[in-house]
């Protein structure tokens, strides 16, 4: 049977672009790029790169990318768009759980909850920042954003994404957040690429810092820090609050 994240992007690629939450991707890179030290001779990883326009947006500036992803119409979406762009990236079909690369990278972004965390526990969510570390060459570095478990403290989860609907866009409804699990769970609702009106009964993990940074140093991360997502307006003068929706982690890897 098919998780909710699977049948979500099985038709979904074009539609996605034009979502709201992915119109922040050049001054996101600003930022990557800035934590790269501009450095074009780094290898970069971008794990569920979705169409990949993180990774294209970097390949523009002279980076050498791979991007993972679980879906198939994603990744067919990606390379369309590298190869309208003239770029020579590596996209592949892999499941971010199970990355397949060993010291490979220097670098590692998965932005905009591109696989964590929406796993259905949280050894899956674990074992994909297992999986950055092993793919990452000593004192590597992982950048990624994620869902902030102290907003649900103080605000409704049910009336952010109520707020933040836009038309022509997925819409969350009836969104429950489980001060047990820290999960939430909601309905999406959306039109795949075809016109087709869907409806997906989705989970989705919010992660205190304490959580992440104790995540991290187990997968053989050295250090974290946590900054506020904005989205498209990544910053490291953005100090993470209660009032960010997500948080942004950059994290170091351990090295001789």
């Not at 489980?178 to 075809?194: A, G």
């Amino acid at each position: 049977m098919k998780q909710w994240y699977e049948e979500l992007f099985e038709n979904y690629a074009k539609k996605y672009d034009k979502e709201s939450f992915t119109q922040g991707t050049a001054g996101e890179c600003d930022f990557i790029e800035k934590e790269a030290g501009s450095d074009k001779a780094l290898a970069i990883l971008d794990i569920g790169c979705g169409t990949g326009r993180h990774s294209i947006e970097l390949a523009k500036r002279g980076y050498k990318v791979t991007g993972i992803d679980l879906s198939d119409s994603q990744l067919a979406e990606a390379k369309e768009k590298a190869d309208e762009a003239g770029l020579s990236i590596r996209f592949l079909k892999h499941d971010a759980r199970k990355l397949p690369f060993k010291k490979e990278f220097d670098l590692a972004i998965m932005i905009c909850e591109g696989a964590f965390p929406l796993m259905e526990t949280d050894e899956m969510n674990f074992e994909i920042l297992k999986g950055a570390s092993s793919s990452l060459k000593d004192n590597g570095k992982l950048i990624f954003t994620t869902l902030n478990g102290l907003f649900p403290l103080l605000h409704s989860v049910k009336e952010f994404c109520e707020k933040a609907s836009v038309k022509g866009s997925a819409v969350y409804k009836d969104n429950t957040f489980d001060i047990m699990t820290f999960r939430d769970t909601n309905k999406t609702v959306f039109e795949d690429d075809d016109g087709n009106k869907k409806e997906l009964e989705c989970s989705e993990r919010y992660y205190t810092p304490p959580e992440i940074a104790w995540l991290l140093k187990s997968a053989g991360f050295k250090k974290a820090d946590f900054f506020g997502a904005k989205l498209g307006a990544f910053s490291r003068d953005d100090l993470l609050t209660p009032d960010d929706f997500e948080m942004l982690v950059v994290a170091e890897k351990w090295g001789p």
